[in-house]
Nanobody, 125 residues
Framework: VQLQASGGGLVQTGGSLRLSCVASGRTFRSYTVGWFRQAPGKDREFVAAIRGSNSITVYADTVKGRFTISRDNAKNTVYLDMISLRPEDTAVYYC???????????????????WGQGTQVTVSS
């Protein structure tokens, strides 16, 4: 599976963005897809994930209620809709996919074998 993330940009505090992660491969619908982000000087952190088998979603507490992850398997695409953006959301956002992630490990970057190239999100104050 190859992943292509897009949709980042520069927005003001309170603004919104939609990130997209487009995947190659016929079996994408069975893959768990996660969004992670990494700010300068910080570790990569979990943002949200959606399972392939049943579309269960999981969110980091810092984004819960503001971000929504969804998938369109017909388009091999996973979206991350972000509203009420804050300066602390500024980071490079990566999508990742794997078909063997168990529910209890969705938040761990090490569990994902396939990664996109990242898209920059900058929120100005």
């Amino acid at each position: 599976v190859q992943l292509q993330a897009s949709g980042g940009g520069l927005v003001q505090t309170g603004g919104s963005l939609r990130l997209s992660c487009v995947a190659s491969g016929r079996t994408f619908r069975s893959y768990t897809v996660g969004w992670f982000r990494q700010a300068p000087g910080k570790d990569r952190e979990f943002v949200a994930a959606i399972r392939g088998s049943n579309s269960i979603t999981v969110y980091a507490d810092t984004v819960k209620g503001r971000f929504t992850i969804s998938r369109d398997n017909a388009k091999n695409t996973v979206y991350l809709d972000m509203i009420s953006l804050r300066p602390e959301d500024t980071a490079v956002y990566y999508c990742a996919a794997d078909n063997g992630v168990i529910l209890s490990s969705l938040r761990l970057p090490s569990q994902y074998d396939h990664w996109g190239q990242g898209t920059q999100v900058t929120v100005s104050s």
